[in-house]
């Protein structure tokens, strides 16, 4: 027996020996991507199996795997995560290298990297000497709150001090958590990242802000506690697709603020989301906005609202759009679920565009080939867009027209236009600008001044009516409108 078990024992010894033996050492790119790419948000269980792999091929298998786990959305082509995170590094060593140091490797490139730009950052360029004669140099604060992740602290602050003049920002204390304002001291924890995996909650769904408001798309449940107008306009597209301006406006008394040395910062999240009629999300569009105002801005938009304007294309099967607002500091949501009709811009047919109203002139002919990409309703007349008008002001009308015929002698077409002003279902006027000279195109915009002479207060409807000259074929479309004095 005794025997026996010295011989198994010296066994399982060479075989351990042997397996030691076959394990093939970490290659050089390998050690790089666990030191280098990798260090801030491996957990030391996953680091143990990696160093533990026997082939460079089992490590190749776990690397893949590694990215894939973190993968928001496995269905796209790109690994959202993977390529957040490495810009992420490209940006802490853009902005935060010096002193010979990489800036992934520095404390606001760490920090940086995990949890991305902060909400709002506060500079002091000022040095002084404590009573032990310590230099300190310029000092940041980062801010954050409302990060993705719900087991991460709603308010973060970590201050940053250049302690040796060197360019380089140290942690002075780090991680202010919750309303009370407690502070964890760096000093007392090991910066190895004792509490790295507290830490690295952050990175496993940047994108999950997104995942909230998905959710609300989902129940399709209607939310007003932040109060916003919006509009959509339909024009076409390109391949048969509709392309969608839309305009967003919030008052800025609805909107919750943050107030920091005179400065009022906001932050809000939107985001636009269309399924079709089996209730497939087939779109989807989301936008941070941060912005800031001094106190005496503030004043004077006290009765003003916020506005954005963004812009999509959407398949002929869209079916209804949901638009979500998230205040990003009280966590109050609104939300719009309205479903959607499209013009037949896809017929052979002539057909219009729906009717902008807009206050700046902006000066060209009255009519212009249409253009999608960047185009001129996109970068000039949105940031316009308005329905109320002075009396006296310059009202200009925007709208295209599709599908135009050519006469057949001179391969031009042959557009008249004319507008009809209505108050109270009554005819007030009409106008008929100049006629634009004949092109080639079947599908063109028109862009009219009009001047709101001896209008009174009130509501008024325009009409335009355009007719195609050539088939004899008319269309009109009309928008409502305010004068005020």
């Known amino acids: 027996m005794a025997l026996s078990i010295f011989f198994s024992f010296g066994l399982s010894q060479e075989t351990a020996k042997s397996k030691k033996e076959l394990k093939e050492p970490l290659s050089k790119w390998s050690k790089q991507w666990l030191e280098e790419v990798v260090a801030y948000i491996i957990t030391g269980a996953e680091k143990n199996v990696f160093i533990n792999l026997p082939t460079e091929l089992e490590r190749g298998k776990f690397i893949v795997n590694f990215w894939k786990k973190k993968d928001p959305n496995p269905e796209t082509q790109e690994n959202e995560f993977k390529l957040e995170y490495y810009k992420r590094i490209?940006?802490?060593?853009?902005?935060?290298?010096?002193?010979?140091?990489?800036?992934?490797?520095?404390?606001?490139?760490?920090?940086?990297?995990?949890?991305?730009?902060?909400?709002?950052?506060?500079?002091?360029?000022?040095?002084?000497?404590?009573?032990?004669?310590?230099?300190?140099?310029?000092?940041?604060?980062?801010?954050?709150?409302?990060?993705?992740?719900?087991?991460?602290?709603?308010?973060?602050?970590?201050?940053?001090?250049?302690?040796?003049?060197?360019?380089?920002?140290?942690?002075?204390?780090?991680?202010?958590?919750?309303?009370?304002?407690?502070?964890?001291?760096?000093?007392?924890?090991?910066?190895?990242?004792?509490?790295?995996?507290?830490?690295?909650?952050?990175?496993?769904?940047?994108?999950?802000?997104a995942d909230k408001l998905r959710g609300i798309v989902t129940t399709q449940v209607t939310y007003s506690q932040i109060p916003y107008e919006y509009e959509l306009f339909y024009l076409k597209g390109p391949e048969k697709r509709t392309h969608v301006p839309l305009v967003f406006e919030i008052p800025y008394s609805a909107l919750p603020q943050k107030v920091i040395e005179d400065e009022y910062y906001f932050s809000l999240t939107l985001l636009v989301n269309v399924s079709n009629n089996l209730g497939q999300i087939i779109f989807e569009k989301s936008k941070d906005i941060n912005f800031k105002h001094?106190?005496?801005?503030?004043?004077?938009?006290?009765?003003?609202?916020?506005?954005?304007?963004?812009?999509?294309?959407?398949?002929?099967?869209?079916?209804?759009?949901?638009?979500?607002?998230?205040?990003n500091f009280s966590?109050?949501?609104?939300?719009?679920?309205?479903?959607?009709?499209?013009?037949?811009?896809?017929?052979?047919?002539?057909?219009?565009?729906?009717?902008?109203?807009?206050?700046?002139?902006?000066?060209?002919?009255?009519?212009?080939?249409?253009?999608?990409?960047?185009?001129?309703?996109?970068?000039?007349?949105?940031?316009?867009i308005s329905k109320v008008f002075q009396s006296g002001q310059g009202l200009n009308v925007y709208f295209e027209v599709y599908n135009l015929s050519l006469k057949p002698e001179?391969?031009?077409?042959?557009?008249?236009?004319?507008?009809?002003?209505?108050?109270?279902?009554?005819?007030?006027?009409q106008v008929t600008p100049p006629k634009a000279r004949?092109?080639?195109?079947?599908?063109?915009?028109?862009?009219?001044t009009l001047r709101l002479k001896n209008f009174k207060p009130g509501e008024y409807t325009l009409q335009a009516k355009v007719t195609d000259s050539n088939s004899g074929k008319s269309l009109t479309k009309e928008i409502q409108f305010m004068v005020t004095r």
């Open 90 to 209: 490209a940006l802490a060593n853009k902005f935060f290298g010096d002193s010979g140091i990489e800036g992934w490797r520095t404390e606001r490139g760490k920090i940086y990297i995990l949890l991305g730009p902060p909400n709002q950052i506060q500079r002091d360029f000022r040095t002084s000497t404590t009573s032990f004669s310590l230099f300190h140099g310029a000092k940041e604060i980062w801010h954050y709150w409302n990060l993705p992740n719900p087991r991460l602290p709603y308010n973060m602050e970590f201050v940053f001090v250049e302690r040796f003049g060197t360019g380089n920002y140290v942690l002075e204390r780090s991680l202010s958590l919750g309303q009370d304002s407690r502070a964890l001291d760096m000093n007392s924890l090991s910066y190895t990242f004792d509490y790295m995996e507290y830490m690295t909650e952050a990175m496993k769904n940047p994108f999950e802000n």
């Open 438 to 448: 004949p092109t080639v195109e079947k599908d063109c915009l028109v862009q009219t």
């Open 294 to 327: 001094t106190s005496t801005k503030m004043n004077s938009l006290k009765d003003k609202t916020f506005r954005l304007q963004t812009s999509f294309s959407l398949d002929p099967d869209a079916h209804k759009i949901h638009l979500v607002v998230l205040d």
């Open 331 to 384: 966590g109050k949501v609104g939300t719009t679920h309205q479903e959607i009709s499209f013009p037949k811009f896809d017929s052979s047919e002539m057909s219009l565009s729906d009717i902008i109203l807009f206050s700046k002139t902006y000066e060209g002919e009255q009519r212009k080939t249409v253009r999608r990409e960047g185009g001129f309703v996109e970068d000039k007349i949105l940031s316009e």
């Open 410 to 429: 001179t391969g031009l077409n042959d557009l008249d236009v004319e507008y009809l002003f209505l108050h109270s279902g009554k005819l007030l006027g």
